[in-house]
């Protein structure tokens, strides 16, 4: 994928240090819409890993395809097409973002014969203003945006490796290091180079997006 991505940074929309965008959406949209897409992403996603992987493999292909749809809500033009293609989604972005709201939400009820955590949080540089379209569509996704400081790269590490150790209850620990900030503040890897092979690996557990 190309890097030339619009994360729909607007200096005139002023937003919170920290975001709690989780809230009850009115949607009433069939899942299966969402099924199809994903599954045929994971199969292409399982291609790619096996080939690359000796052994066993174990991977979240959903934690996956609800990180890279909501990069897909704040993306346009061809790197749009591009997450679409790979993901095989729609082109109505208000099915995706319902379809997703209602299978995260379904994680979320009380009564399942399973515990399922889910967790999106999205860290932004401080000082970027995020648009209020974007911020919307992450309701869907009952995800968070926390502003940060990535110049204070052990400060960010330490918060983030804090907040995934908790959701797990403790099974993840130090799932990012400040040479890992670091090297993404400075040298601006592709989405390839951060999704896999060194996030791949996480995402099972917690989806965390890192834009500057």
Known sequence: ADADVDVNVDANVDVDADVDVDADVDVDVDIDALSAPVNTFAKDLFKVISQSTEGNVFFSPFSIAATLAMLHMGSKENTEKQIMT??????DKELIKKAFHNVL??????????????????????????????????????ASIKRVNFGEA????????????????????????????????HSKPTYEEIIYPSFLPHLVYKNILLWF
Do not use: C, W
């Open 154 to 185: 052990q400060k960010v590490a330490n918060e983030i490796n804090k907040t995934v150790e908790e959701i797990t209850k403790s099974k993840i620990t130090n799932i990012v290091s400040p040479g890992l900030i670091f090297y993404m503040i």
């Open 105 to 142: 939400s379904n994680y979320k009820r009380s009564g399942n014969p399973y515990q399922l955590f889910t967790s999106n949080l999205i860290y932004i540089q401080e000082r970027f203003q995020v648009k209020d379209d974007f911020l919307n569509s992450l309701k869907y996704f009952l």
């Open 86 to 91: 790979g993901m095989h989604l729609p082109q």
